[in-house]
């Protein structure tokens, strides 16, 4: 947000609490509070001034290991407005992840509950850079400060936050892994300014609305856009483990005008719906990010939705969100049908600022942007974007940086998504997979996304997986198989039936070996990402 000649994340929450000081800005069902958003600003401010007594100021890397409720938004927000900068870390990504991430950011501060002090001591999280604790909860052997103390002994007064630029450092976001080690994606406040801007664009969302957010970070939008966050019961790291009536009871109790959810809890909660036949009338929009999500899914849960109300599913990455947005109508109507013949699943057209290009695939570096590495219209290439909201840099991580990033002549830089995907007449950018996970037979590459979707069409499919086997170049295409619960028909009748499927296609009529497996491996952030490197070790083992 911007204002005399600054851009801070933080600043959005005054306005809002300026706008509307007595809605509530968070509703926290659990513990049955309401802070509104006026006791949020106010209630970030007390802790920015503790956090300024504390040595935590401009510049300072801070780790927070806070699960979402009510200190969670206050301490993201009074850090941006001390110019502090949040090292923010899924806790799903597993004891080795998190503490290789914090040796790599090196926080100065950890911001913690209870649970996350002990194991940081035990496992030795970020010793060697640490030098201000703070809990959140009752402090035990492990000294520092408390939280209640740093509100307790600030004064309740406003905090002039930081003067920030956009270029300047906000925070510090670790990717989901779910493709090679998390990485620490560079967030400036330009970034997140840019996203919030888009976010209220693209969805037409307005302040008094009230959200319901499935994922932490996207939790943390909802104040920027004036929205009212209600924070789930629910195990934030199993989003496909959810207990879909909790979800519905929730946002039929606060009449949720705005719902974020993984494919795999948009996939659980819709199945439920539709058996029980419910119904979701307050519902203006859907939102669900992390993995393609099957047309199947989309229709099963636009059941429960009133005529006109559409599930989004916008396209990027922690590099990058949002670049493509499409609705649910234009895919049921429309693109589906093209996706189940190996067209890829369209995510739309870029949003507005966004400027997506297509490159030749390669697993080389670019160093600098030329127009001949683009592809031939229509052709499937590697998605590079460019934007107000892609993030410049990996922290501390110049190879990553070198992989992934492509200085542009003309000012600024194109961001390698690590996606493949194709652009068709209308300027709607269609996915067909990761370019890691693409198989490299003698017959040239096949690409997940289209060749799965086939089988896909099989009705006792819940999904597929096309893995490698082999020398790049020389590589055996198999297609995993994960069939619907209750299924039990023969195997070997099955596999019959979906290779009959593939010989009708002619990108897949080269396929003949289907493996099926109980529960594919998927990644932790989304439950939705189908960890397709464990699936082709697995594959390799069954075919030796």
């Known amino acids: 947000m911007t204002g005399g000649g600054f851009i801070n994340i933080a600043a959005y929450l005054p306005e809002m609490a300026r706008l509307q000081p007595d809605r509530p800005a968070i509703i926290f069902p659990a513990e049955n509070r309401t802070v509104t958003f006026h006791e949020l600003d106010r209630l970030s401010d007390r802790i920015a001034w503790g956090l300024t007594a504390l040595g935590i100021g401009r510049g300072v890397r801070t780790a927070l290991m806070v699960p979402p409720n009510p200190e969670l938004f206050a301490l993201t927000f009074a850090l941006f407005k001390v110019g502090a900068v949040p090292v923010l ?9 998190l503490k290789s991430c914090l040796a790599e950011a090196a926080p100065s501060a950890f911001i913690g509950i209870p649970k996350a002090q002990v194991a940081r001591l035990l496992l030795g999280w970020a010793k060697e850079s640490l030098t201000t604790v703070i809990t959140v909860g009752p402090r035990l052997f492990w000294g520092g400060a408390t939280l209640s103390e740093l509100i307790s002994k600030n004064p309740d007064q406003p905090f002039s936050m930081a003067v920030t630029a956009a270029d300047d450092l906000a ?40 959200d319901l957010p499935t994922f932490p970070l996207f939790a943390l939008f ?31 109790r ?22 029980q036949g419910i119904r979701l009338p307050t519902l203006k929009r859907v939102i669900s990010a992390g993995a393609p ?25 922690t590099e990058s969100l949002p670049v493509c947005s499409i609705g649910s109508r234009e895919i049921l109507e429309e693109t589906s049908a093209v996706t189940n013949q190996g067209g890829g699943v369209c995510i739309g057209k870029p949003v507005a600022g966004m400027r997506v290009e297509l490159i030749r695939i390669s697993d080389e570096p670019i160093a600098v942007w030329h127009d001949d590495l683009k592809v031939a219209a229509g052709q499937v290439g590697e998605i590079v974007v460019q934007g107000p909201q892609v993030t410049r840099s990996y922290y501390q991580r110049p190879e990553a940086d070198r992989q992934a990033k492509i200085s542009d002549p003309a000012g600024g830089f194109f961001h390698r998504m690590g996606d493949l995907g194709r652009l068709d007449e209308q300027g709607r950018l269609w996915f067909c997979g990761r370019k890691s996970h693409r198989v490299e037979t003698a017959a040239g590459p096949l690409f997940t996304i289209p060749v799965e979707a ?11 997986a096309l893995v490698g086997v082999g020398l790049k170049g020389n590589q055996q295409p198999i297609v995993c198989v994960e069939l619907e619960n209750g299924v039990t028909g023969n195997r070997d009748t099955l596999r019959k039936e979906l290779l009959a499927i593939a010989a009708s296609h002619h990108h897949t009529a080269g396929i003949t070996t289907i493996l099926f497996h109980p529960a594919f ?19 390799a083992e069954k075919m030796s």
């Open 89 to 97: 870390i899924d806790p799903g990504l597993g004891l080795k992840n």
């Open 171 to 210: 925070a510090i976001l670790f990717t989901s892994g779910s493709t090679g080690p998390p990485k620490g994606a560079v967030y400036s406040h330009g970034n997140f300014s840019a996203q919030v801007e888009a976010l209220r664009q693209v969805y037409d969302i307005r302040p008094g609305e009230i």
């Open 222 to 252: 909802a104040p920027a856009l004036g929205m009212t966050a209600v924070i789930p019961q629910m195990d934030f790291t199993r989003p496909g483990s959810v207990d879909p009536r909790t979800i519905i009871d929730t946002i039929t």
């Open 254 to 275: 606060y009449g949720a005008t705005t719902m974020f959810g993984s494919p795999a809890l948009i996939n659980r909660v819709g199945r439920y719906g539709a058996e």
């Open 293 to 317: 999500v099957p047309a199947t899914v989309l229709e099963r849960f636009s059941r429960m939705l009133e005529p006109g109300v559409e599930i989004f599913t916008p396209y990027g990455a």
């Open 454 to 464: 086939v089988f896909n069409t099989h009705p006792a499919v819940f999904r597929s």
């Open 521 to 539: 491996p998927v990644d932790i952030r989304h439950n939705a990402k189908i960890f397709r490197e464990k699936l082709a070790v697995w594959a």
